[in-house]
């Protein structure tokens, strides 16, 4: 069996040639990097808000469902612009490319303006209805207002990133993050603490932060969109004849998998108001607990990333053998990857809690989560690629099935009985039975809505 050739270093945009394991190398260090830098500044927030104390990390805990949500959202944009944008290079349709990716960047831009005001008007509403009041929201409204107000940064950053990697490029997306991080882990302790001279925000120092990093990543982001990808043109701007096309193209994807996305924080929440009810201990621990996993699974959410672009050209050139050899690679190392990381958090869970915190209430808080939830990582993580492989297929609807069934039908319910028959440690256990069992059950289902799906347009007529 002859096997394929490397291809050159300018030939490796064209994701339907050469080795797929290679490709899939290829871009999922980079991204692996590139997410690690976002993690980083969700952990490095974390820690520093940390040192001032219990009620301001309950604080920021709260927080994160919501800011979560907002990158979720935005999120589905970004996903939409990979999997068109891939199909289309796939295709050949360079000019229809550069249209589709203007056209983009102004809907995102408006979206990010739009969730900005929609989040400050209804600021107190969403909070309260998480069980925040007085002192906690007070800190809380330190934190969102600022974040809110820098949202169409965010929007612009994630959308130009994902116009990259749609050319197999996952190097500079991942570099510009890594600038972005380290932006913010400077940024961080002289705004969070008043340090050299600056004042002493807390909070708000560490909002302001992140947003001064997300605006400096959009403008480098759109500059090399432009300049260097090509990928960004005045005139195609100009066909607001066919920005209506342009947006059917993007939304079709965005909508379904940005309300997909946002299920998971919108649950995260439901599950914060319930352990809000055992105090702010609780609900700090499941802070560091999700920050944490977040942290751990970076690898696997980059090669989620990282393969959508080789499934997006090779389902657009219809070369589903190489679709299947992606699928079949990066599933194995989801499994291998996610068994080992329930096996060290399990070994190690109130030394890594400790880092975060030396409440003992916290510290035990964590470990129980860690003793419980692991178990079903091999099972439940399976959905994380079935999820991007939809995506990248033009399927997206396939995904938010999954997730909608998952989080909602059958989260939501099991851990409220998991509150009435075992208060925090019944929580733990519902969410990992069912995540655990619906995992299983979508990845033998998501087998066969592929292969179903690749005869179907086997079938169809030239």
């Not at 969109?225 to 005045?234: I, S």
């Not at 940005?258 to 995260?268: A, D, K, R, Y």
């Not at 929440?269 to 977040?294: D, K």
């Not at 519902?430 to 995992?439: C, D, E, F, P, R």
Request: net charge positive; aromatic share 10%; proline share 3%.
């Amino acid at each position: 069996m002859n096997k394929e050739k490397p291809l050159s270093y300018n030939n490796k945009g064209d994701l339907t040639k050469g080795p797929v394991k290679q490709h899939l190398i290829r871009l999922t260090i980079p991204m692996t990097w590139g997410i690690l830098a976002i993690i980083s500044m969700q952990l490095v927030d974390t820690y520093y808000v940390s040192l001032l104390g219990t009620q301001h990390l309950a604080a920021i805990s709260f927080t994160f469902p919501v800011t979560y949500m907002i990158f979720s959202l935005l999120l589905g944009f970004g996903i939409a612009m990979s999997s068109v944008a891939a199909r289309l290079i796939g295709e050949k349709e360079t000019d229809t490319l550069q249209r589709l990716v203007s056209h983009g960047l102004i809907l995102v831009c408006l979206t990010g303006i739009m969730i900005s005001i929609l989040g400050i008007l209804f600021h107190d509403f969403i909070f309260k209805a998480m069980g925040a009041d007085g002192n906690m929201l007070s800190l809380i409204r330190d934190y969102m207002i600022v974040y809110l107000a820098g949202s169409t940064f965010l929007a612009l950053l994630l959308v130009s990133n994902s116009a990259m990697r749609a050319t197999g490029d996952t190097l500079t997306p991942a570099l510009i993050i890594g600038g972005i991080a380290l932006a913010n882990i400077i940024l961080d302790p002289l705004l969070i603490f008043g340090l050299f001279g600056f004042p002493r925000l807390e909070l708000e120092g560490a909002a302001i932060a992140t947003v001064l990093a997300h605006a400096c990543g959009s403008f480098i982001s759109l500059y090399v969109l432009h300049a260097h990808k090509k990928m960004v043109r005045l005139k195609n701007m100009m066909h607001f004849g066919l920005f209506g096309d342009s947006i059917r193209r993007l939304l079709f994807i965005a909508v379904p998998v940005g309300l997909t996305n946002s299920i998971q924080p919108f649950v995260n929440g439901v599950i914060i108001a319930l352990l809000a009810t055992y105090g702010s201990e609780a609900v700090a621990a499941f802070g560091v607990v999700t920050r944490i996993e977040a942290f751990v699974f970076v690898i696997l959410m980059a090669l989620s990333t990282g393969m959508a672009p080789i499934i997006g050209q090779n389902w657009g050139a219809k070369k589903f053998g190489r679709v299947h050899e992606t699928l079949k690679l990066a599933m194995g190392f989801n499994v291998a990857w996610s068994l080992l990381v329930a096996i060290v958090l399990g070994l190690l869970a109130k030394p890594i809690a400790g880092l975060f915190s030396d409440d003992p209430t916290i510290i035990g808080h964590a470990a129980l989560f860690f003793w419980i939830v692991p178990i079903s990582y091999a099972f439940s993580n399976l959905m994380m690629g079935w999820a991007s492989a939809f995506n990248a297929m033009g399927m997206p609807q396939r995904s938010f099935f999954m997730i909608v069934f998952k989080m909602l039908v059958l989260m939501v319910p099991a851990v409220y009985i998991g509150n009435w028959l075992g208060d925090i440690k019944g929580i733990f256990l519902a969410i990992a039975l069912v995540s655990g069992a619906s995992g299983t059950i979508f990845h033998i289902w998501s087998w066969r809505t592929c292969l179903a799906r690749e005869k179907t347009i086997q079938e169809q007529p030239a």
